[in-house]
């Protein structure tokens, strides 16, 4: 039994019933994206270490029965992987196309051959055209990343390789991209709203999906769950987002976490362990 003051959960902007809606579920989804929600930005990219006292509070939430937990990122599964420490919830990376599960098992998702000769292609441009050193290759894009630049450069070169880059990609099943300090161009047919859409079918009907982002990638997951979750997304309020509550930063992603952490246990609460593996 909890003992002691009850703790005031943390405002949800736009979300004024939030905590109160959330009780009443009895099985739960949380999915975060990682860089700017969970992690600070960093121009060194991996340097991106969680928030202080992230990492803990990800440990109590996943010990909850009650919710499946995940971190769905644009960046490499890899890459989230090494950041993210010890976290053994589900980990979703390169915008859905690659998936660890709770059990260690790796799924991935491979670009056909037309979208991965395309990628060849936007690499050799990007090379061609001097941005070869601050290209990242994934498993299914090429991103330019300019985090670091003074804004009016980085703003240019992301015009220029978002150019070339749109002149090859509708003929190879490509898209291009921006994000927070850069663009890419990835292959299309699956995103980070077509893995929280997968995350979600696989919980009980009348579980409660919730998705914490930044960016614009960001916005495939809030359009999809708009009519059947909660869209939170980090940043300015007044920000154009399918999205439909805000929280302003990362401290306060911080304190939403610890009030999920703090949830009253629900009076029946049913396992959902079962979709961490699945």
């Not at 004024?16 to 121009?43: I, M, N, Q, R």
């Not at 601050?134 to 240019?156: F, M």
């Not at 302003?248 to 911080?254: E, L, N, Q």
Request: one cysteine or more; hydrophobic letters at 40%; glycine letters at 10%.
């Amino acid at each position: 039994m909890r003992t002691g003051r009850k703790k005031k959960k943390p405002k949800v902007i736009g979300l004024p019933d939030f905590w109160d809606v959330l009780s009443c579920h009895e099985t739960k989804l949380l999915a975060l994206d990682y860089d700017g929600t969970l992690a600070p930005f960093c121009v060194q990219r991996m340097q991106a270490y969680p928030y202080p006292g992230v990492p803990r509070i990800l440990e109590s939430i996943s010990r909850r029965r009650d919710t499946v937990l995940a971190i769905v990122s644009g960046r490499p599964l890899a890459e989230v992987l090494i950041l993210a420490g010890s976290f053994d919830g589900i980990v979703i990376g390169s915008h859905g196309m690659e998936k660890r599960l709770s059990s260690g098992d790796i799924v991935v998702k491979a670009a056909d051959q037309e979208q991965r000769q395309g990628l060849c292609c936007a690499q050799s441009i990007a090379e061609e055209i001097g941005l070869g050193d601050r290209i990242e290759l994934k498993p299914a894009s090429v991103a330019l990343h300019t985090r670091g630049l003074d804004p009016e450069e980085a703003s240019r070169l992301e015009d220029r390789a978002a150019r070339v880059w749109r002149a090859i990609s509708d003929g190879h099943g490509l898209e291009v991209r921006r994000f927070n300090g850069g663009v890419e161009v990835r292959a299309t047919g699956w995103n980070k709203g077509d893995a929280l859409e997968e995350l979600r079918r696989g919980m009980p009907v009348g579980s409660a999906c919730v998705y914490i982002g930044d960016d614009d990638t960001d916005e495939d997951a809030f359009l999809k769950i708009r009519r059947r979750g909660y869209g939170i997304r980090v940043g300015d309020a007044d920000r154009p987002t399918a999205a439909r509550g805000f929280l302003p930063g990362i401290p306060a992603v911080r304190e939403f976490l610890e009030a999920w952490a703090d949830l009253a246990v629900p009076a029946r609460e049913e396992s959902v362990s079962w979709i961490r593996d699945g």
